[in-house]
């Protein structure tokens, strides 16, 4: 998609638009693609990179710009910079059905994913599949809200869920059993899947106690019994309870 705009004379190309009404007017900016939703979740913090330009349009692909008059009256300001963030901030981003449906698609199985990687069902103490988080989350007709990211669903998701069945959010108390040949070596493989190591014991085998996110389960598992052929070993001590706040998703 090309848009020209003759009140600045240069040609938009990969736009998308950001609409937002406010005191009873449309308002539109010009965006890259796909940088929206990365500066709404956090990823991108560079305005420039996200803004084809700090214009704000009545409409973008006329290239009409709002009036100074009717910025101000609406937002209260005429700094064009801030008022391009509360509409990115606020506003509605412009995409095809089919741009929707595959956004929707894609943000849907993202929040069941770090849900299921985040929570566990206490009775068993284990994780929940992605597939089955989908399924819940389609059973309590969650809706994807465009303005928030994955990450602040995926909390609001973990809440709505508790009401309907048994889940969750912790880390998992595990021992780890690694033979003494083997330890150094796959400790080093482990680290970036423990959060914290709570003891350490190394006799003829290295014992390890750590809390991990119940998502990493399965490759610690694996791991273990892969790397020393079946001479390791995992065990499920407990849960440890993330209160809200305590951890950031």
Same mark, same amino acid.
């Given at each position: ?72 009256? =609406?937002?209260?300001?005429?700094? $064009?910079? &801030?008022?391009? /963030?509360?509409? #990115?901030?606020?506003? +509605?981003?412009?995409?095809? @059905? ?81 033979? =003494?040949?083997?330890?150094?070596? $796959?400790? &080093?493989?482990? /680290?970036?899947? #423990?959060?914290?190591? +709570?003891?350490?014991?190394? @006799? ?46």
């Amino acid at each position: 998609m090309s848009i020209f705009t003759p009140t600045n004379q240069i040609r938009l190309t990969n736009v998308a638009v950001v609409r937002m009404k406010k005191g009873g007017k449309r308002f539109e900016i010009a965006c890259y693609k796909n940088k929206v939703v990365s500066w709404r979740s956090g990823a991108e913090k560079d305005l420039d990179e996200v803004l084809q330009t700090h214009s704000v349009f009545v409409n973008v692909s006329k290239g009409q710009a709002a009036k100074k008059d009717d910025l101000t009256g =609406a937002f209260g300001t005429d700094d $064009l910079t &801030e008022i391009c /963030k509360q509409i #990115l901030a606020n506003g +509605e981003l412009q995409v095809s @059905d089919k741009e929707r449906r595959t956004q929707l698609e894609t943000s849907f199985r993202d929040i069941a994913t770090i849900v299921a990687e985040k929570c566990v069902n206490p009775e068993t103490k284990r994780p929940y599949t992605v597939n089955l988080i989908e399924r819940a989350m389609k059973d309590i007709h969650y809706s994807i809200k465009a303005n928030k990211s994955t990450k602040q669903q995926a909390l609001e998701v973990i809440r709505q869920l508790k009401e309907t069945m048994e889940i969750q959010r912790a880390h998992m108390r595990l021992r780890l059993m690694l033979p =003494a040949k083997d330890a150094k070596r $796959l400790k &080093e493989k482990l /680290k970036p899947l #423990l959060q914290i190591v +709570e003891s350490e014991d190394f @006799d003829e085998d290295l014992e390890m106690v750590v809390l991990v996110d119940p998502g990493c389960y399965r490759e610690i598992d694996e791991l273990i019994r892969c790397e020393t052929k079946g001479r390791g070993s995992l065990e499920v001590l407990s849960l440890k309870d993330v209160e809200e706040g305590e951890e950031k998703l």
